[in-house]
């Protein structure tokens, strides 16, 4: 497995320590590009419904790691 692949299995695991876990390892520039992929897959029609559930629980997991600090 590759480590983008171990990246998404992490980011969209739905287990909020995994997601932070993973979301501070990540730079700015690779925490933007994961944020607005996430949100394309809770805002498009054309996602599977666990991956836009997983999706959102994701940026809810990363919105209160946040709101942490």
Do not use: C, Y
Not at 3 to 22: H, T
């Amino acid at each position: 497995m590759s480590n983008l692949d171990q990246l998404w299995d992490d980011v969209l695991s739905e287990e909020p320590a995994r997601i932070r876990r993973i979301w501070f390892d990540l730079t700015d520039d690779e925490g933007s590009a994961v944020l607005a992929h996430l949100r394309r897959m809770r805002a498009e029609p054309d996602w599977h419904p666990d991956q836009k559930r997983a999706a959102a629980a994701a940026l809810r997991a990363i919105e209160e790691a946040a709101n942490k600090f």
